[in-house]
């Protein structure tokens, strides 16, 4: 208990005493005592000090000081304390919220650009269950990874959710859909539509407002063919046994389309 007070008081201690050693340093660089020696370092001709930067630019002008302190270089214009820094009669709180303020404001375009682009996530349905030759519902399997994806997407903030007309892809979908407060919409595929099937679902994905995120569930035969349709790239076909195949699309602002498949 007492070595662990002794480690926090001498933390604290340092944390301040920081401040007014940072001064010091300054001070030590900026006005360095006349005729001082540096351990380690050699005098310049004429009695100059290596670290006396007003003599440096007394003598060779101001070439020699960092062109960010040039005045109207970059720290004088972001901080307009620069000046009173270098005079070592500086606020390190209004430096410190000058700097906060320049992180904010080369934040918010980054910001601005990722809500601007649509995210679609592509997935097949989950293991299909022995119920019904022609529209089986989900296994055991099945429905714990339809489970799975819907903790996956528990942080994507979704606001659509969309699957064929069988009840393998909307059992797969739904609990997504739910937790995200939507209902799954049922986008039939036939033999009348199927060959513009993915196209015609890529066009309505890229109509959805900027900054969307939208889960797709698909089939076997269909999810590759979707991937191309939505991000213009070829996708790998998908034999009947993969499952787990996670697609997600991120189309930006200016059309283009970045594509990163994993594993749920």
């Known amino acids: 208990m007492g070595a662990g007070n002794e480690r926090r008081d001498s933390h604290q201690g340092a944390g301040d005493g920081g401040l007014a050693h940072a001064r010091r340093c300054l001070a030590a660089v900026h006005d360095p005592v006349p005729g001082a020696g540096h351990a380690g370092m050699g005098r310049e001709p004429g ?7 007003r003599d440096i630019e007394r003598r060779d002008g101001a070439r020699h000081r960092p062109a960010g302190l040039q ?8 901080l307009p304390g620069a000046a ?12 410190l919220m000058r700097l906060l303020l320049l992180i904010l404001a080369l934040a918010l375009p980054m ?5 601007s682009s649509t995210v679609v996530i592509v ?3 989950a293991e299909k269950a022995t119920d019904d030759p022609r529209d089986p519902s989900l296994s055991d399997a099945g429905q714990a990874r339809a489970q799975a994806l819907a903790k996956a997407l528990e942080h994507a903030g979704l606001d659509a959710a969309y699957s064929t007309q069988y009840r393998r892809t909307r059992l797969t979908a739904e ?10 919409q049922v986008r039939p595929i036939d033999g009348g539509n199927a060959a513009t099937y993915a196209a015609d679902l890529a066009r309505d994905l890229r109509a959805l407002p900027a900054g969307s995120t939208a889960l797709v ?6 999810v590759p063919d979707l991937v191309q349709a939505i991000s213009g790239q070829a996708a790998a076909p998908m034999p009947e046994t993969e499952f787990d195949r996670y697609t997600v699309i991120t189309l930006d602002a200016d059309g283009q389309a970045r594509v990163s498949t994993s594993r749920y």
């Open 175 to 184: 609990p997504a859909a739910k937790a995200a407060g939507l209902e799954v």
């Open 217 to 222: 569930v698909g089939h076997s035969n269909t």
């Open 84 to 95: 009173a820094l270098r005079r070592g009669a500086w606020n390190p709180g209004a430096v």
């Open 47 to 53: 009695g100059l000090h290596p670290l006396d930067h």
């Open 123 to 125: 997935v097949r349905h």
């Open 111 to 115: 910001s601005s650009f990722a809500q």
């Open 71 to 78: 005045p109207g270089g970059f720290a004088h214009r972001l």
